[in-house]
């Protein structure tokens, strides 16, 4: 039977994110996201209703978060369940919380962490941020787009296309 654990979440930071290492150097970070639920119940009056889910990110997604978010910044984060588990140092008695591992984020709102409400142009400045911060590598190998030449030396150009070896 083929199984599923994904998890996608779009809110708002509930505190500003703490970058902590583990003894073998690697990033991690927890952070809460406030995410909110609005609906009209029968009566026709207008509901919200906030759920805080707490998400860990580990790496330089951890790295990212510390660096350019703070509390009220929205995020979305992509990843999975996980069940941790402890046994309660005052009582001796087993606990266990529910928690989501981010595997992938994209920062939202513009660059002073106000959330307008996605906008074109808050849209367009996530993405300058997310390509600024982690350049996919085709944005990093491409080479920039070239005029066609004049007709005359189109043959000689493409002489020259040839022998690149991409």
Not at 92 to 98: D, H, I, N, P, V
Not at 121 to 128: I, L, N, V
């Amino acid at each position: 039977m083929p199984n599923l654990n994904k998890v996608m979440l779009m809110g708002n930071l509930t505190r500003k994110p703490v970058l902590r290492r583990t003894p073998k150097g690697t990033s991690v970070t927890d952070v809460g996201l406030a995410i909110n639920r609005y609906f009209s119940q029968d009566d026709g009056q207008r509901r919200e209703e906030t759920t805080f889910v707490d998400v860990t990110l580990w790496g330089r997604q951890a790295e990212i978060v510390c660096d350019y978010c703070d509390k009220g910044r929205p995020l979305y984060v992509e990843g999975r369940l996980n069940l941790d588990s402890w046994e309660d140092k005052t009582s001796g008695e087993q606990r266990t919380k529910l928690k989501v591992v981010g595997e992938n984020i994209q920062l939202l709102g513009s660059r002073d962490g106000g959330s307008s409400g996605g906008s074109s142009s808050q849209s367009e400045s996530s993405h300058e941020e997310q390509s600024h911060v982690e350049p996919s590598p085709q944005q990093a190998q491409s080479p920039p787009p070239q005029a066609d030449p004049p007709s005359g030396a189109k043959g000689a150009a493409q002489e020259e296309e040839d022998d690149i070896p991409f």
